[in-house]
């Protein structure tokens, strides 16, 4: 019997707790493609005690090898785009991508410059958008939150932002 005709033992339980385990426990990669940081600073205050984003197990990582989520602050430009999408695709399947503020989504107040190619989603996939000139800690969460509740659910992409149910 060849390994193709065996019947798999695990019955997938071992997908059901990766899964679980991932939306559980989500591990997210932070990166600024450039902006005022306002943004930044926001994200940064969701990881302090008064918000403590860690309550819902999320853990900031360094490495893109290691994350689940993608958070991208700042509008895209000439320089930093190949980064991007090299941070992308360094990170495993299944991926969730979120831009917040008003730079991350069209490119904010700096897309009439000549460097600026706009937001992150002229160059990678996005799922989740958070708008706000910067987003409250609240909005970011509850974008993160929202991006969670479809992780791996293989449900085509929702326009979950743009605005509509986020503060």
């Not at 600024?32 to 205050?45: F, K, P, Q, R, T």
């Not at 831009?99 to 799922?127: K, M, Q, Y």
Request: charged share 25%.
């Amino acid at each position: 019997m060849s390994i193709e005709q065996r019947p798999r033992r695990c019955g997938g339980w071992l997908e059901r707790l990766i899964q679980h385990a991932r939306v559980r426990s989500p591990w997210l990669l932070h990166f600024d493609c450039g902006s005022c940081n306002g943004c930044d600073i926001e994200v940064l205050a969701c990881l302090t005690p008064l918000y403590d984003v860690e309550r819902f197990g999320i853990v900031n990582v360094g490495n893109p090898l290691h994350a689940d989520l993608l958070l991208v602050t700042g509008t895209v430009n000439r320089r930093n785009a190949r980064v991007l999408a090299n941070l992308y695709r360094q990170m495993a399947a299944p991926k969730k991508v979120v831009a917040i503020g008003a730079c991350g989504l069209s490119g904010g107040i700096f897309r009439e410059a000549d460097n600026v190619i706009g937001g992150i989603d002229r160059i990678i996939p996005v799922d989740c958008y958070v708008p706000g000139c910067p987003p409250r800690p609240e909005a970011i969460i509850d974008g993160v939150m929202r991006v969670l509740e479809r992780f791996g659910t293989g449900h085509p992409k929702e326009d979950v932002a743009k605005g509509k149910g986020i503060p």
